[in-house]
C-alpha cells in the first residue's frame, strides 16, 4: 500500500525536527559540561597550588667517603 507523497513529507518533517531538537538539547548539555570541566580544572590547579606551598622543602643529604 503506497503512502502519499504529502504523508511521507509530513513524516520526514516531523523527523526533521525531533533530530533538530535533540541536537540542541545536546548542544546544551555539552554546554554545561564544558563550563563544569572548566570549573573543575581551575579547582584542580587552587588545591594544587595549595599543596605547593604547604609542601615542605627538599633536603640535600650530603655523601660522606
Known amino acids: 500500500q503506497a503512502i502519499p507523497d504529502a504523508s511521507k513529507q509530513a513524516v520526514l518533517d516531523r523527523t526533521v525536527e525531533n533530530l533538530q531538537a535533540t541536537v540542541t ?18 579547582q584542580i590547579q587552587k588545591a594544587n597550588a595549595q599543596l605547593e606551598t604547604t609542601k615542605p622543602p627538599a633536603k640535600v643529604v650530603m655523601n660522606k667517603r
Do not use: C, P, V, Y
Open 25 to 42: 538539547q545536546q548542544q546544551q548539555q555539552i554546554e554545561t559540561l564544558t563550563a563544569q570541566l572548566k570549573d573543575n580544572a581551575a
